[in-house]
């Protein structure tokens, strides 16, 4: 089944043949901000674990099996770190590839074993 969907969905995304260019989004010129070269301030612990605490306390859990649940229970130690971390992402615009990981899972819209026409895909994005 997992190779009959990934059949069907990558011929589903593929690039259509009947393109029109220019195309008014996406071959738009660069915008030009007035910040552009404005550096982003550092985060503060106090700020990364105001956010934390701000963020609905779902169990679910994303690609990598972490929930905004479980950051409730991280020792004081680990959040340094991940304040390094994000500070580190932000001031040389780098993303670990782990980030942007996401798991896609099929819901079956009726029958448990169906067609991925009817299914219904969901995305879970990375926590951070």
């Not at 605490?53 to 229970?73: A, T």
């Not at 680990?78 to 819901?107: C, E, G, M």
């Amino acid at each position: 089944m997992c190779e009959i969907t990934a059949d069907y969905y990558e011929e589903f995304f593929k690039e259509p043949i009947n393109i029109y260019r220019p195309h008014p989004y996406t071959d738009a010129p660069d915008v030009e901000w007035d910040n552009y070269d404005e550096k982003i301030p550092l985060a503060s612990l106090d700020e990364v674990l105001d956010i934390v605490r701000s963020r609905r306390k779902k169990k679910s859990c994303d690609s990598h099996g972490l929930s905004n649940y479980m950051f409730n229970s991280l020792p004081p130690s680990y959040w340094s770190i991940l304040v390094q971390i994000i500070n580190h992402s932000f001031s040389d615009a780098i993303v670990p590839k782990k980030w942007k990981d996401t798991r896609i899972l099929l819901l079956a819209k009726k029958e448990p074993i169906c067609h991925p026409v009817s299914t219904r895909p969901i995305s879970l994005l990375d926590v951070f």
